[in-house]
Structure formats: C-alpha cells, structure tokens
C-alpha cells in the first residue's frame, strides 16, 4: 500500500468514526473533529494526485483551512468536554 492510499484510508477510518460518534452516541462534536480530520487527510493525498495537478494550489489551501479548523474545535472540546 502506497503512501497516498494510506492517506485516504485513515481519511476513511476517521470519517467512518465520526458517523460512530453520530449514530451511536449523539456527539456531534467529537464527531466534527474526527470527520474534519478525515476530511483533512483525503484533501492531503488529493494534492499529489497526478490528474489534480492543475488544482494543486487550491487543494493545499483546503487542506491547510481543514487542519486549522480541526486544530481550533480539538481545542474547543478539550476546553468544553473535559
């Protein structure tokens, strides 16, 4: 398994969670963490896909915009949930 393949599968796995986190306990907040996360890491193998080339600088802003907003509501549930 490649390095990209990697990236979407953990994408998958917190994406997964999340809708976990949803159905199971009603935690629509840990639940946004996990799926911005996942989020994060399906748009950071995106950038290295050879077909999006063209999209490359807009995918990386994505990307950055998706691990700050994880970063800020990690930090909101650790102030608010604990």
Request: proline share 1%.
């Amino acid at each position: 398994m490649g390095a990209i393949n990697r990236q979407y599968l953990f994408g998958l796995i917190f994406i997964i969670f999340g809708g976990y986190q949803i159905f199971n306990n009603h935690d629509y907040l840990e639940s946004s963490v996990y799926m911005l996360a996942g989020l994060s890491f399906a748009f950071n193998a995106a950038t290295s896909e050879p077909k999006l080339i063209a999209y490359k600088k807009v995918l990386v802003m994505i990307t950055w915009a998706l691990i700050i907003a994880t970063g800020i509501m990690f930090l909101y549930l650790l102030q608010f949930k604990l």
